[in-house]
């Protein structure tokens, strides 16, 4: 995994909820086939569901020469699935090629070539109009595939993660952090906007974390300063295991030092939420000054939820002597 990918996955996927996020870029970016259609016609068999689909437009790949107006998809049943088309529904569906598993199966060439769903959640989308966010987002990532300038492609990425619909806005930052050759055509007014929004952003965390993992990336000098302010307004415990992370990233064995002086200025509940992310820059420094807090400071629960979120066996032994001692102690 590259240093990129494990930053998104410390940083994006670092507990933001229980429901899988929609990830129609890594469909998009899997399928086979990736078209506009209807369901025309739904016929159970014995193991299976076929979905009759008229093609209305093709965005990528090869469904089968020009007269094939229609395909078949394949559901199994008793196997949960994420997405399925919706009968009578004009739908964007991104497919994977099974027309040899077909034969096997003996289904009916009638209703072929045959396809089955992406895994991916939010990869069938029913379809309002053809302005659609999710439609114009996926013709971008199309786009990009198919040769248009990285730069324009960036452009249209930003304006989405900036100002765009809520169903595409964090999926267009995440697709900018991921793809480096995208991000490097970010200029520093890019990126300051992409801070800001983040700044101000206190309702949607894993937005306000997407937008940050962006400047993250690109190793933006005000990013930490930022969030540490953002943490007197945030609580959020993705968001402060972000932020250390992010930390992390950036300033490597430095990040404890990059994070005290914060910690120092800050009272109350923003000062243990700093301490948190402290925690989670799982750094030896950041343990030996938590270890010093766990001793003198005043605000010993944060200090004990941040030993268990570095997680490293000397802060795991340290919280364990510290609740052996206090149950002794009753």
């Known amino acids: 995994m590259t240093t990129r990918a494990t930053l998104i996955c410390l940083g994006l996927l670092a507990g933001t909820g229980c429901l899988p ?11 086979d086939v990736l078209l506009i ?3 025309v016609r739904v016929i159970p068999a014995k193991d299976h569901v076929l979905y009759k689909i008229d093609i209305e437009e093709v965005l990528r790949g090869t469904v089968g020469n020009s007269a094939t107006k229609s395909l078949g998809v394949v559901s199994t049943k008793r196997v949960s699935e994420h997405n399925k088309p919706v009968p009578a529904k004009r739908m964007l569906l991104c497919l994977h090629d099974i027309r040899a598993a ?29 302005r659609d966010p999710r439609l114009t987002f996926t ?6 595939q198919q040769g248009k300038s990285p730069r324009a492609i960036a452009e249209e990425l930003f304006a989405v993660a900036l100002k765009g619909d809520p169903r ?5 930052a995440q697709t900018l952090a991921e ?46 300063p930022t969030l540490c302010i953002s943490a007197e307004h945030v609580g959020d415990e993705a968001f402060l295991k972000a932020l250390g992370r992010f930390a992390r990233f950036i300033h490597r064995e430095d990040a404890a030092q990059a994070l005290q002086p914060h910690i120092a200025r800050a009272k109350g509940k923003t000062k243990d ?8 820059t799982s750094t030896e420094a950041a343990l030996s000054t938590l270890l010093d807090m766990q001793k003198t400071s005043d605000h010993r629960a944060a200090v004990e939820a941040a030993l268990r979120i570095h997680g490293s066996p000397r ?15 009753r």
């Open 21 to 31: 996020a929609q990830q129609l870029r890594r469909a998009v970016a899997a399928a």
């Open 37 to 39: 259609g209807k369901v």
């Open 102 to 130: 077909a034969q096997q199966l003996g289904l009916p060439e009638a209703f072929g070539p045959y396809f089955k769903m992406s895994g991916h959640p939010g990869s069938a989308v029913v379809l309002d109009g053809d």
């Open 139 to 144: 013709r971008t990532l199309v786009a990009s």
């Open 168 to 172: 595409v806005r964090i999926e267009a």
């Open 179 to 224: 793809r480096s050759v995208l991000a490097g055509y970010l200029t520093q007014i890019h990126l300051s906007g992409l801070l800001s929004r983040a700044a101000g952003e206190t309702d949607d965390i894993p937005y306000k974390i997407a937008l940050a993992t962006v400047c993250a990336e690109r190793k933006e000098p005000a990013l930490i």
């Open 273 to 280: 939420r700093l301490i948190l992310a402290l925690g989670a």
């Open 315 to 329: 802060a795991t032994a340290a919280v364990a002597k510290k609740t052996a001692k206090t149950t002794t102690g």
